[in-house]
């Protein structure tokens, strides 16, 4: 079952444009949704995290923005650059103990950015 | 460099074989995850030790284990290998134990890249 579903897989924008990247979540006992950013060769690496409290978290030119009734949350890269050419994944954590701290990761988007 | 070390970087053994990966954790940081990464599964959790305990458990098969040591390094043994084994794996830390698990967020390793041959 999956429980969190990005699109698109893939995207390529043009320096300077919007990238944006969307998932959807079903459970919604979920309490954390970080983005990670992933360069090849390397782990993921924490970009931006929301909280289910907030409607929108923007730090730098990266923003997320939330939509709890809809269970959607989005990645928008502004101004985008060619160093943000990556794989990114969104993520979600539960609420459950049982659960302890795991993380459950969408498919990922693979962004590039051409010159 | 994120602080979390994992070796070796690359393996390559046989299918049937057995193979141990290890990590070390960020400096401070309590709780060491495993993860699989593969091109059809994507990033999939196997399990997660916190101060020498296991945690929470993923979709881990019973052919894997993994322990946590005293100095907090994880180690993850592979055994009787397949084919579709074949990943990068990938070691995460971070101080907290649970439930607020987005407090503290994680820190990944570069990973191990293994290959079944």
């Known amino acids: 079952q999956q429980q969190v579903k990005q699109s698109p897989q893939s995207l390529i924008v043009q320096k300077g444009g919007i990238s944006i990247i969307n998932c959807a979540y079903e459970n919604t006992a979920f309490d954390y949704f970080p983005w990670y950013q992933q360069f090849p060769g390397k782990g993921p690496a924490l970009l931006i995290a929301i909280r289910p409290d907030v409607s929108e978290k923007k730090e730098g030119r990266f923003t997320i923005s939330f939509n709890k009734s809809a269970k959607q949350f989005s990645l928008h890269i502004m101004d985008s650059q060619p160093g943000d050419s990556a794989t990114y994944f969104c993520?979600?954590?539960?609420?459950?103990?049982?659960?302890?701290?795991?993380?459950?990761f969408g498919g990922g988007t693979r962004v590039l950015v051409k010159p | 460099d994120s602080g979390v070390t994992q070796t070796p970087k690359h393996l390559i053994t046989a299918t049937g074989q057995r193979v141990t990966l290890r990590c070390s954790p960020r400096s401070g940081d309590l709780s060491v995850y495993w993860y699989q990464q593969s091109l059809d599964q994507g990033l999939q959790f196997l399990i997660q030790?916190?101060?020498?305990?296991?945690?929470a458990k993923g979709n881990i098969l019973e052919r894997f284990s993994a322990q946590q040591f005293p100095d907090l390094h994880s180690e993850l043994n592979l055994s009787s290998l397949e084919l579709g084994d074949s990943a990068l794996y990938f070691c995460?830390?971070?101080?907290?134990?649970?439930?607020?698990?987005?407090?503290?967020?994680?820190?990944f390793g570069s990973g191990t890249r293994l290959t079944v041959v």
């Open positions: 030790y916190y101060n020498g305990e296991e945690r």
């Open positions: 995460a830390s971070s101080v907290a134990k649970g439930t607020r698990a987005g407090d503290y967020g994680y820190t």
């Open positions: 993520a979600v954590t539960p609420l459950s103990e049982a659960a302890g701290n795991k993380l459950t």
